[in-house]
């Protein structure tokens, strides 16, 4: 029988006939936010259920948000509908949404992944009748290696040229705390300088018991001072004016597109680092098995290749073409 | 191993800049196994000669392994089979006991019979990383276009053990794979290596700028400077091989030297295309330009743009050295050489019949031919050396052309300049007051001037075409290039060689700038 208390659409997904949107695009009463990105959490929603992780995000982006903090395992009731909130994994306070009437599951991922994350809770499967998931990387060719081999390029890079800086191209939800963390992790202890567009986040995650170690504003900062150090920005700081302040900067960018090397040569990058905050495709397909749901709605990303595997694997899948989910930047 | 070897490759395909580049191989070169290492340079300098899989056979491996809708998803997106199959490939537990090397490679493929290839490449790929597989492929493809010129794998060998990159070029082509004797020859360990049997490049000599006045005429002959490009044409005992500048072997794409000239023999021109209508028979680059990288030219071509060399210079005659005797020896010897050799093929380069530094100024500034780039001073009593000295050999270049042209696009630039719009697309008017873009230049200005366009850029954005950025069209840029041509594949009909931005003309309205049609009569006047 087919799920019709769950209505996928282009604004995001309806549920129990427009009592609650998760992620919506536009402003609703009630919205369920899977986590802290701009391209799920928007402002301007009557009220948002979330972890509190991610309300205290969307506080520091957007200023006051009414909110119905729900902690992981918590399940609050929306009309005829109980829905569960689990840990996604994907960045500090992300969730997966547990949606059950009448004996039916639907699990809504939101942007996950599996790989080991310092700065977050791992990912738990949730066994569902239907699976919700994103598909980013969905495709055979990506395979994302453990960021500590990818981190150590970045420490191997400095003892190599000691005159110049590596500036660290990073997500400033998510990707910036976790590099720093995996730098941490191997024994780099000197400052990470950050552009000022990181210091708000930086702030917020070790206020959540993240440790960050000593960090440092860039702006400001002597030129000499920073060389032999790590920068972390924006993505879009790279090639910005804002870089002349920087001592010969190795540009490097953390993100699981620069697997393939057409992508390091469009942005111009001189050290890749493949670190994802998004599954991989063995993550994706490992977590299709792991819940084993009969069906499969994908809502963004590589859709082909998932949907494939899907038949290959004879489970039923569909595509839902969600517009304005773009993980360009943050994956 | 193959893993240094693919972590080398990985880094010179992201690494933009030369030096950079020049200090990665030449790092290797030193520390890798010595039993890789002169593969891994005749890999990076175009000298290793495998039985090569094509890439539909690559895909087919693949496609035993992987879904075949999947694979071809996959191959969409990364857009490079090689690669595609690198990442794609089933990762297998556990590796083989003996890690691969490069020569265990190279040697087994070498020695595969045609059909064993495959199967012996899937077995590798087995054993092996992502990054490792990469660099099998791109060794088994026989695809190494990764920006790494045989020059570069040369300079980075003499930079690598400290010799001298003319060396290193004299003895290149008289050394094969793997190079053994010119490694020992570089750390001390053998002798030189035999240069007397076998065809090789032999150093160019080069000039410098004349800056002020010219030196004194009683010194020095004169010729003119083609706009070609400078080759080399040696022969030993086989068959004649034709060197390009940077000394790499481009005999494939001129086969009809092949057979041109007598055994012991090397001279020096300028390869230029033969238009018997044209004034000095000499056709405008654009004709040459057809006939460049295109490795066996069909017949067509080879008849519609028959190439020649203008010869000036004659290095090695009848087996003897002549490069240590002076320019006037040679110069005699050559001029009674080339009566012999075919008149298509080859002619002599004339010397210019000026008499003092006057007229020698004035045919510098308009010279009687648009293939003529200006003159060559050389001193006549000084033997043939590899290298720009100083004193020995000057040129002296006509003034560039010069247009108005109006900025229409700006880019990024690379490395330093990363942070900089530092690549400028430029236009002229059409007759229906529409600019379309004539060229693109990188250079010409200051460090101050590129502040000030970077700015300009920044401040009049009007649209975003992925990188590209689109200006405001209201500064004009004056272009300085060597010469003009057509070519159907602009939108303007027209390509500027050598563009770069001679000034910038804030003052001047974009209105006032110039037309195409004044670009493409300076065509037909350079004809
Ligand atoms: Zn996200
Ligand atoms: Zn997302």
């Keep these: ?331 | 191993m193959i893993a240094d070897f693919a972590r080398l490759l990985d880094r010179l395909i992201i690494t933009r800049s030369r030096n950079e580049k020049l200090s990665l191989i030449a790092r290797y070169l030193r520390e890798a196994d010595p039993q890789d290492r002169g593969w891994a340079l005749a890999a990076l300098g175009g000298s290793l000669d495998l039985p090569q899989l094509t890439s539909s056979v690559v895909r087919k491996m693949a496609a035993e392994r992987v879904d075949e809708e999947l694979l071809r998803l996959s191959r969409e997106f990364v857009g490079d089979t090689a690669e595609t199959v690198a990442l794609i490939w089933p990762v297998q537990e556990g590796r083989a006991a003996a890690p691969l090397t490069l020569r265990g490679v190279v040697t087994a493929l070498k020695e595969a019979r045609r059909g064993d290839a495959p199967a012996l490449l899937a077995c590798w790929l087995d054993q092996c990383t992502a990054e490792e597989r990469f660099a099998l492929l791109k060794l088994a493809l026989g695809n190494f276009r990764i920006g790494i010129s045989e020059r570069l794998a040369k300079t980075a060998f003499a930079e690598a053990f400290g010799v001298s990159l003319a060396d290193v070029e004299e003895y290149w082509h008289a050394s094969a794979p793997p190079h053994d004797d010119l490694f020992a020859w570089a750390t001390g360990a053998g002798p030189a290596p035999d240069v007397s049997a076998a065809v090789r490049f032999r150093p160019f000599m080069l000039s410098l700028p004349v800056e002020g006045a010219p030196p004194d005429l009683r010194d020095f002959a004169t010729e003119w400077k083609w706009d070609g490009i400078r080759v080399q044409l040696a022969r030993a005992k086989g068959e004649a091989r034709l060197y390009s500048r940077g000394g790499e072997d481009i005999s494939d794409a001129f086969p009809e030297f092949t057979g041109a000239i007598p055994p012991g023999t090397a001279l020096d021109g300028e390869l230029l295309v033969a238009d018997e209508d044209a004034p000095y028979r000499t056709a405008s680059f654009s004709e040459l330009q057809k006939r460049l990288g295109r490795k066996a030219p069909p017949r067509s071509l080879l008849e519609g743009s028959p190439a020649f060399i203008r010869v000036y210079d004659l290095l090695e005659h009848e087996g003897g050295d002549l490069r240590p005797h002076s320019w006037t020896e040679r110069r005699s010897i050559l001029e009674a050489f080339v009566q012999r050799l075919p008149r298509e093929r080859f002619d002599l380069s004339p010397l210019v019949p000026a008499t003092d530094a006057v007229m020698l100024e004035a045919m510098r500034r308009q010279p009687p031919a648009p293939a003529i780039e200006g003159v060559m001073l050389k001193r006549r009593d000084s033997p043939y050396m590899a290298g720009r000295i100083s004193g020995l050999w000057y040129k002296w270049k006509r003034d560039p052309y010069t247009a108005d042209c109006v900025l229409m696009y700006a880019q990024r630039g690379s490395g330093k300049r990363s942070s900089f719009y530092s690549d400028y697309t430029f236009g002229c008017w059409t007759e229906a007051g529409e600019l379309v873009p004539v060229g693109k230049a990188y250079s010409g200005f200051t460090d101050e001037e590129l502040v000030r366009l970077d700015k300009f850029v920044r401040g009049n954005i009007t649209g975003r075409y992925g990188p590209v950025l689109e200006v405001r069209k209201e500064l004009v840029l004056e272009v300085a290039f060597d010469s003009i041509g057509a070519s159907p594949r602009h939108k303007s009909g027209l390509a500027m060689r050598f563009p770069r931005i001679s000034r910038i003309r804030w003052d001047k309205p974009a209105a006032e700038a110039d037309t195409v049609a004044a670009l493409h009569s300076l065509i037909l006047q350079t004809r």
């Design chain 1, 1 to 331: 029988m087919p799920i019709d208390w769950i209505k996928p659409g282009a604004g995001g997904i309806e549920v129990a006939g427009g009592a609650a949107f998760v992620d919506p695009s536009l402003p609703r009463p009630l919205a369920i936010v899977t986590h802290g990105h701009a391209d799920h959490a928007r402002s301007g929603h009557g009220r948002v259920i979330a972890t509190p992780e991610t309300l205290a995000i969307m506080e520091a982006r957007y200023g006051p948000t009414p909110g119905w903090a729900v902690a992981y395992g918590e399940t609050v009731e929306i009309g005829d509908v109980r829905a569960t909130l689990y840990p996604a994994g994907h960045v500090l306070g992300s969730a997966q949404v547990l949606l059950e009437r009448g004996g039916e599951r639907v699990i809504v991922t939101g942007d996950f992944k599996r790989a080991r994350d310092p700065t977050c809770r791992p990912f738990v499967p949730v066994a569902c009748d239907v699976l919700i998931t994103e598909a980013t990387f969905g495709l055979p060719v990506f395979r994302h290696p453990p960021a500590a081999g990818e981190v150590a390029k970045v420490i191997e890079r400095l003892a190599e040229a000691p005159e110049r800086s590596v500036l660290i191209g990073a997500y400033a939800l998510g990707k910036a705390q976790r590099v720093i963390c995996h730098l941490r992790e191997a024994g780099y202890d000197r400052p990470v300088y950050l552009h000022g567009a990181m210091e708000k986040l930086c702030a917020l995650y070790e206020a959540h018991g993240v440790a960050l170690g000593e960090l440092r504003p860039a702006t400001g900062a002597a030129a000499k001072e920073m060389a032999g150090h790590v920068v972390v920005a924006p993505p879009s700081a790279l090639r910005d004016r804002w870089t002349r302040r920087l001592p010969d900067p190795v540009l490097a960018m953390a993100s699981g597109w620069l697997q393939v090397r057409q992508r390091v040569r469009q942005n111009n990058i001189d050290l890749p680092l493949v670190i994802s905050d998004h599954a991989d495709w063995a993550e994706l397909t490992q977590t299709i098995r792991e819940v084993a749901p009969s069906e499969v709605w994908v809502t963004h990303g590589s859709e082909a290749g998932l949907l494939r595997w899907c038949e290959l694997n004879q489970i039923r899948a569909r595509a839902l073409h969600m517009v304005g989910r773009t993980d360009e930047g943050e994956a």
